[in-house]
């Protein structure tokens, strides 16, 4: 199985689960991985070039899909709209952007580790999430686990990452921190405001996103 991911802070948890799991509890399920901007990652799950991924919420309808998503249950930090008089989309992200259309704000689009480290430095942004929670009440469903035809090797995957909490190791966490250019302690707030399980209201989000585009 061909396994695309989004090369983001936010899957990090999600990431070292993946390599454990498919070296010690499936030996070889996952023969290879492919990673880029959840754009990139839309196009190559479409294409049939990576058997299971995250895609972008928008993208996501009419696929199979797990239980597992990047969700927000209220702010994220890291998907933000910069406010100004046009509307700039950021090209790496086609959800956000949508996101952004529907709550009708204006400004550059920003999106993934970029946006965190302007929201740690800046305080003239809009977090897309709390908007979209202030407005509806529901959680907001960035990306789902979506697969064409893995229906066992997804369902393994999703019952062991929801059982166990995945213990980030120090020097990876070290090694992302060199690498994003943002401190450890504000790698580990941030994945705070991450969840990872398609609940009932995180689903009831998703729907009111597919109905609203």
């Known amino acids: 199985m061909i396994f ?19 070296r010690s509890l499936h030996k070889n399920m996952i023969t290879n991985y492919k990673t880029d901007v959840p754009s ?22 009419k696929y199979k899909k797990s239980k597992l998503g990047i969700i927000a249950k209220k702010e994220v930090l890291s998907v933000l709209v910069i406010p100004g008089d046009k509307s700039i989309q950021d090209g790496a992200s086609n959800t956000s952007n949508a996101l952004a259309k529907i709550l009708g704000i204006k400004g550059e689009v920003v999106i993934g580790d970029n946006a965190l480290k302007y929201y740690l430095t800046h305080d003239n942004y809009i977090d897309l999430a709390q908007k979209w929670h202030e407005k509806y009440n529901l959680p907001f469903v960035f990306a789902v686990l979506c697969y064409h035809n893995s229906d066992k090797e997804i369902k393994k995957i999703e019952k062991y990452f929801l059982k166990q909490k995945t213990k980030i190791p120090r020097y990876m966490l070290k090694k992302m921190s060199q690498k994003t250019d943002i401190k450890e302690k504000e790698i580990l707030n941030y994945l ?7 609940d009932k209201k995180a689903s009831m989000g998703l729907q009111k996103f597919f109905f609203l585009t």
């Not at 999600?14 to 454990?20: C, E, G």
């Not at 990139?40 to 309808?61: H, L, V």
């Open 4 to 22: 695309a991911k989004i090369d983001y802070l936010n899957l990090l948890p999600f990431n070292i689960f993946l390599k454990r799991f498919n």
């Open 40 to 61: 990139a990652i839309n196009r190559r799950f479409e294409a049939k070039r990576a058997d299971a991924a995250f895609i972008s919420s928008i993208k996501s309808k």
């Open 192 to 198: 705070t405001k991450i969840s990872y399980k398609i």
